[in-house]
């Protein structure tokens, strides 16, 4: 999506995040985060038409990338706090995003998790979601 994507990151999935742990976030090279003690990490990816029926809202396609990855976090008893999202797309609709990245965000917020950064490109609709959170350690 080359130059296109910048401004698309920018305009849909760069809200940023009060959490002071995120030292970089959406728009550097790499995210940084404090994170204190253990990690649980986890990511699924979801496919248009095998995950999710084609023309699913977006907001719901949004909702239900980060709701999975929060439902492997409950399992492990973990906190969660960032996530990252590689997007593959067949166009940049403007409506779609938007849908989308409510979707996403009004989950994340409700949860606390902050995204902090991720991949677009060009191809069939493909969401995948990396989600990060603290844990107790265990041996």
Same mark, same amino acid.
């Given at each position: 999506?080359?130059?296109?994507?910048?401004?698309?990151?920018?305009?849909y999935?760069s809200?940023?995040?009060d959490?002071?742990d995120v030292?970089?976030g959406v728009g550097?090279?790499?995210?940084?985060?404090?994170?204190?003690g253990?990690l $649980?990490?986890?990511v699924? &990816?979801?496919? %248009?038409?095998?995950?999710?029926?084609a023309?699913?809202? *977006? @907001?719901?396609? =949004?909702?239900?990338?980060?709701a999975?990855n929060?439902s492997?976090m409950?399992?492990?008893?973990?906190?969660?706090?960032?996530?990252?999202?590689?997007?593959?797309? $067949?166009?940049?609709e403007t &409506?779609?995003? %938007?849908g989308?990245a409510?979707g996403?965000?009004?989950l *994340? @917020?409700?949860? =606390?998790?902050?995204?902090i950064?991720?991949d677009?490109t060009?191809g069939?609709?493909?969401?995948?979601l990396q989600i990060l959170?603290?844990?107790?350690?265990?041996?």
């Open positions: 999506m080359s130059s296109g994507e910048f401004a698309i990151i920018e305009q999935f809200r940023s995040s959490d002071p030292l970089r550097d090279d790499a995210a940084v985060v404090a994170a204190n253990a $649980a990490v986890a699924d &990816t979801l496919v %248009e038409g095998v995950h999710f029926p023309g699913l809202a *977006a @907001e719901a396609v =949004g909702y239900r990338v980060l999975v929060l492997d409950a399992a492990m008893g973990a906190q969660p706090r960032w996530c990252t999202l590689a997007l593959t797309l $067949a166009e940049s &409506t779609w995003l %938007e989308f409510d996403l965000y009004g *994340a @917020e409700r949860f =606390g998790v902050a995204l950064g991720g677009l060009r069939p609709l493909t969401v995948s959170g603290t844990v107790e350690p265990t041996r």
